[in-house]
């Protein structure tokens, strides 16, 4: 690995200042402005099928992600830049070849702070519901 080279780049949205704007969720801290970044990257369809592909294979080369969309390399390299800032894309360089890898964190955070509240309720009442047939069942 090249010097100054990480597995995992650091958007800019998580230097200095930033830092220190928490927004307090029941699990755990998650930067208001990075949660901002990462709803604006899903936002695009372009940049949802890149993630699609990087689940698929992860690792993968510009030209690799290329293949798969009908738009151009810039367009394609200014969607990872996108998907970098919010910190679902993490890049590698190996030599020359920068390789992209899904980072699936912020979407577990998101998952944890929008979606999992409001299942509870419906597997609270699916799991009564059973209860309710077997206890049915035994009489």
């Keep these: 690995m090249e010097s100054g080279a990480h597995l995992f780049s650091i958007p800019p949205l998580l230097e200095a200042p930033l830092i220190f704007a928490l927004y307090m969720q029941p699990f755990g801290c998650i930067l208001s402005s990075q ?72 979407l577990q955070e998101i998952y944890e702070r929008w979606i999992s509240k409001y299942e509870r309720p419906r597997l609270h009442a699916l799991s009564d519901l059973k209860k309710g047939l077997e206890k049915q069942q035994q009489e």
């Design 35 to 106: 949660m901002d970044a990462v709803f604006k990257a899903l936002a695009d369809e372009s940049r949802r099928r890149l993630l699609d592909q990087l689940h698929l294979k992860n690792g993968q080369t510009l030209s690799e992600l290329c293949e798969h969309l009908e738009m151009s390399r810039q367009a394609v390299a200014k969607h990872l830049v996108l998907l970098e800032t919010a910190n679902l894309v993490a890049v590698q360089w190996r030599g020359r070849e920068k390789l992209h890898y899904l980072n699936p964190v912020p």
